[in-house]
């Protein structure tokens, strides 16, 4: 079945450090690519999405690029705020399985001033 | 505020019992999702419901069932309740079935004693 692998964490930056969080998949289909944000207390919110290879989505400074060739889908910003600190999961979803997502084990961030 | 919403925040309760979650999809939704999230399985899609019908099933144990009513909203049944139970349980809405955006509640924290 279809799969989300995510490097395991912590990852402890400083502020200002650049920010990677590898994620890789695999699927039967054709998926669509997310990335969601788990802040302390909170549910999950939407960070960024691709939907087919080579897409690059992007929102608050975080970026990542639909990989079909490596099928990975990696977690970029180039400098992390305190603020940024949460659980980070990438997930998919295959059209061969209806919409559901399918979730990595998530990235805990922790930023440092 | 992703407009999904999700009663109640928290709940209490003891083995062998029974317990109901609401939730309601942002306004134009009709697919609803439920997911579990628990510490030693991640994220875990339950199941799926679009315009009142069942669409999708995930791992989700013969001691749980779910239904979405005329007005779309949704609520997940649990029963016989054990303490492997406890988790934090999301629902999640979009507008259809393929590729949509999944926006999710706040989440109910059950715990089972």
């Known amino acids: 079945g279809d799969s989300v692998t995510q490097m395991e964490g912590p990852v402890t930056l400083s502020e200002e450090a650049f920010l990677t969080i590898n994620c890789t998949y695999t699927?039967?289909?054709?998926?669509?690519l997310f990335w969601y944000v788990q802040y302390p207390g909170e549910g999950l919110q939407l960070l960024l999405k691709?939907?087919?290879?080579?897409d690059k989505g992007s929102n608050k400074g975080f970026e990542a690029t639909y990989r079909k060739e490596t099928t990975s889908f990696h977690l970029e910003k180039g400098s992390v705020q305190v603020s940024d600190s949460a659980v980070y999961f990438c997930?998919?979803?295959?059209?061969?399985?209806?919409?559901?997502?399918?979730f990595g084990a998530g990235t805990i961030l922790r930023v440092k001033s | 505020d992703s407009g999904v919403t999700q009663t109640p925040k928290h709940l209490i309760t003891a083995t062998g019992q029974r317990v109901t979650l609401r939730c309601s999809p942002r306004?134009?939704?009709?697919?609803v999702y439920w997911y579990q999230q628990s510490l030693d399985q991640g994220l875990q899609f339950l199941i799926q419901?679009?315009?009142?019908?069942?669409?999708a099933k995930g791992n989700i144990l013969e001691r749980f069932s779910a239904q979405q009513f005329p007005d779309l909203h949704s609520e997940l049944n649990l029963s016989s309740l054990e303490l492997g139970d406890s988790a934090l349980y999301f629902c999640?809405?979009?507008?259809?079935?393929?590729?949509?955006?999944?926006?999710f509640g706040p989440g109910t924290r059950l715990l089972v004693l």
């Open positions: 999640a809405s979009s507008v259809g079935t393929s590729f949509e955006t999944q926006y």
């Open positions: 699927a039967t289909g054709y998926p669509s």
């Open positions: 691709a939907t087919k290879a080579d």
């Open positions: 997930a998919l979803s295959d059209p061969e399985y209806g919409n559901k997502l399918v």
């Open positions: 306004s134009g939704d009709l697919s």
């Open positions: 419901y679009y315009n009142g019908e069942e669409r």
